[in-house]
């Protein structure tokens, strides 16, 4: 089944930028979507990006409308690795991010349900 595995958090400034990786393993074509969710402390987990893993380059990317314009997702074209690049980050980012693999057909990309799969989360912290 798939393993996914998240690096690369830390802490940084407001305003700097991060790069997370989720390391993905044994994806199926029933796993349409990779995401990223996160999670603030007394906060619901929230939806932040997601790529439709056979549809890079063709429109297959999805962004929460709090992280537009500032977090790109993409991966890399020769090996199972989806990345997670964020610009001009707010303390309001901070939070434990979650990479997420979908199952089934009929599926809101985001929404939590979607996703059968999750990694153990990485940690970013974005102080003033």
């Known amino acids: 089944q798939v393993q996914l595995v998240e690096s690369g958090g830390r802490l940084v400034q407001t305003g700097h930028s991060l790069q997370l990786s989720c390391a993905v393993s044994g994806r199926t074509a029933s796993n349409y979507y990779i995401g990223w969710f996160r999670q603030a402390p007394g906060k619901e987990r929230e939806f932040v990006s997601a790529i439709a893993w056979s549809r890079v380059g063709a429109g297959g990317t999805i962004y929460a409308d709090s992280v537009r314009g500032r977090f790109s997702i993409s991966r890399a074209n020769s090996e199972n690795i989806m990345y997670l690049q964020m610009s001009s980050l707010k303390p309001e980012d901070t939070a434990v991010y979650y990479c997420?693999?979908?199952?089934?057909?009929?599926?809101?990309?985001?929404?939590?349900?979607?996703?059968?799969?999750w990694g153990q989360g990485t940690q970013v912290t974005v102080s003033s």
């Open positions: 997420a693999a979908s199952q089934g057909l009929l599926l809101v990309p985001q929404s939590r349900n979607a996703y059968a799969y």
